[in-house]
């Protein structure tokens, strides 16, 4: 049988046969994207219980819409501070609930966080996508664009072409490659002392790219994955903390500077100087 077939593909001209690899190929390579977006689209977490206990929170509103899920404490209004959120590569967007919770827990100032749902689970694909969400909420006085890992690094992006539509960036285990020093936002960095993901070198060498007066805060005893709430991330070191105290302790520096950013709203653009340090933070 294997011969009859030899035959017949010789007696095929070059162009036919061409077109029959093509044709074999096409579906192939067809099944290969398929399996690559499915594996991003399913993305890791939430942990469900975390996710849970801040929808049993009364003081907390969780609404879910089509750009994502709004988390509140409160009504928006031009004295308080809405923060746009992008989640991490291949990381349900709802997996940061509980951080954006702490975040609101930390301060009275700030009244609504937005986690983007990504297309995908992939910031990269939608870098634009916290303009919907300023429009859907114009009553936020000031705007805070951020991110984890490559929701940060996309959040950065986003922010260096559209600076003046907001007054903050904030990275969560992230790096910006775009230049913002000398865009007028205020900028936090928050780092985890057991992140075992990020490209510690890159990060610390691309804090040129930030404005002089940007706050870094290293906590110590968190990793990459206790930014949220998705479980164990490869390649990640141990964290000391567990993963609810270190949401807690990234929502509590978080939350504690964007309410001084929200106090500095009084004079536009004002920067706030760090007096002392935030919550968990190692000073540098």
């Known amino acids: 049988m294997r011969d009859v077939l030899g035959r017949i593909a010789r007696r095929l ?8 690899a093509g044709g074999a190929v096409v579906p192939l390579v067809a099944l290969v994207v398929a399996g690559g977006a499915a594996y991003f689209a399913v993305g890791q977490g939430p942990d469900a219980d975390a996710v849970a206990a801040v929808e ?14 709004a988390v509140r404490d409160g009504p928006v209004t031009d004295s308080t501070v809405g923060l746009v959120y992008y989640p991490g590569a291949r990381v349900s ?3 940061y609930v509980p951080t954006a919770a702490d975040i609101l827990a930390a301060s009275d100032r700030v009244a609504l966080v937005v986690v983007v749902e990504m297309p995908l689970n992939l910031a990269v694909l939608a870098p634009d996508r916290a303009d919907r969400v300023r429009e859907r909420y114009p009553d936020a006085g000031v705007w805070a664009v951020g991110g984890h890992s490559l929701g940060g690094a996309m959040a950065c992006r986003h922010a260096a072409e559209n600076a003046a539509a907001y007054d903050a960036l904030v990275l969560h285990a992230a790096y910006c490659d775009r230049d913002v ?4 936002l205020d900028v936090l960095s928050v780092l985890g ?6 490209d510690a070198e890159r990060e610390r060498a691309s804090r040129s790219n930030l404005p002089a007066d940007a706050r870094i805060a290293e906590l110590d005893g968190v990793n990459h994955a206790g930014f949220g709430a998705y479980g164990k991330q490869r390649g990640d070191d141990p964290a000391s903390l567990s993963p609810a105290a270190s949401r807690e302790a990234v929502g509590n520096a978080t939350g504690t500077w ?11 653009r004002q920067s ?7 919550p968990g933070e190692r000073v540098f």
């Open 181 to 184: 020093s000398e865009s007028g």
């Open 56 to 69: 049993a929170d009364p003081s907390v509103s969780v609404d879910r819409t089509a750009l994502g899920t």
């Open 193 to 198: 002392g057991a992140d075992g993901v990020i």
């Open 13 to 20: 001209p070059e162009r036919r046969r061409l077109a029959i």
């Open 272 to 278: 706030v100087s760090p007096r002392s340090p935030l």
């Open 93 to 95: 967007h709802e997996s």
């Open 258 to 268: 964007l309410g001084e950013r929200a106090e500095a709203n009084r004079s536009p």
